[in-house]
């Protein structure tokens, strides 16, 4: 089914295309965005803290993946800015929500106006996750697991996910799509 690839060999051709996407960006100074953890903090003699960001690396935006320096794969999460976050205005919960992430971030010492990603989940890259996707049938029309992003096809080739409707077309050959994504990165259209 998948042209007789052994899970070692799976393995390393996902790793040698991730380390040629991360070996193109690095050499083209590529724009990169912070990658996080949002987390709460307790409270310190009952008195409650806000939340904090921990910095844990940079990562490249590429499509539906963030691609990281170490050229692990991680899903698009939640987004913010390391910006002000400004006074508070009581219009919705989840405008002050997001002014709580903003707050978070730039308290966090990101340079300011940075882009922050957080609540990202790592994608399984080992071959028993990238074999038990069938790209074949149909998929999840949404919330696709961070495991079944990438995909085997019959001949062999690595798929990713780009597109949550369901189906085989929602999958595109792996190499050639981060390809493309690094060169809208580093030469984006006028």
């Known amino acids: 089914m998948d042209g007789g690839m052994g899970d070692a060999a799976l393995e390393e051709r996902v790793r040698a295309i991730l380390e040629g996407a991360v070996r193109k960006l690095r050499a083209s100074g590529a724009r990169t965005e912070a990658l996080a953890e949002y987390r709460a903090r307790k409270p310190i003699l009952g008195i409650a803290r806000g939340p904090v960001m921990v910095a844990k690396g940079r990562v490249w935006r590429l499509g539906v993946l963030l691609l990281d320096e170490s050229g692990g794969l991680h899903t698009i999460g939640t987004v913010t800015r390391a910006v ?9 919960e989840r405008a002050e929500i997001r002014r709580d992430h903003r707050r978070a971030a730039f308290q966090a010492k990101f340079a300011e106006g940075d882009t922050v990603n957080f609540d ?8 028993a996750s990238i074999r038990s996707t069938d790209p074949t ?9 961070a495991a079944h992003l990438l995909a085997l096809a019959a001949d062999g080739t690595v798929l990713v996910r780009w597109n949550l ?11 050639s799509y981060l390809a493309e994504r690094a060169d809208l990165l580093t030469a984006p259209p006028p």
């Open 120 to 127: 990202t989940t790592p994608v399984a890259t080992d071959a």
């Open 165 to 175: 409707q369901p189906g085989s077309t929602a999958f595109a050959p792996l190499e």
């Open 137 to 145: 049938k149909p998929g999840p029309a949404t919330n696709t697991p």
């Open 84 to 92: 002000d976050p400004g006074r508070v205005t009581n219009q919705s």
